[in-house]
């Protein structure tokens, strides 16, 4: 097996090639960032509940909603609240 020589110029392009990378997975990432409003599916997927447990929620006013034309948003901000507020301490 030869030795392969690496140049500057080598390097240089491999450093462009991974600062774009790296560019490409902040981007996805801030992409990725969570959104202000859910919808139902989104909701039932993130607390891992029934379309009838959301419901239940929504009726004793466990989760706050809003309800524009007939989609149901739920701010996200407000659910990571409720579980936080309803969090149960063991104590050991």
């Known amino acids: 097996m030869g030795a392969k020589i690496i140049t500057t110029e080598d390097l240089y392009v491999f450093k462009l090639e991974l600062l774009e990378d790296i560019k490409k997975l902040l981007q ?8 202000k409003w859910l919808r139902s599916p989104e909701v039932r997927k993130l607390l891992g509940i029934s379309s009838g447990t959301l419901q239940n929620f929504r009726i004793n006013g466990t989760l706050p909603y809003t ?26």
């Not at 407000?78 to 969090?87: D, G, P, Q, T, Y």
Request: proline share 0%.
């Open 28 to 35: 996805n990432q801030a992409g990725s960032s969570q959104k």
């Open 67 to 92: 309800k524009i034309g007939g989609v149901l948003f739920y701010d996200y901000q407000k659910i990571m609240e409720v579980l936080e507020k309803n969090r149960i301490h063991n104590k050991f």
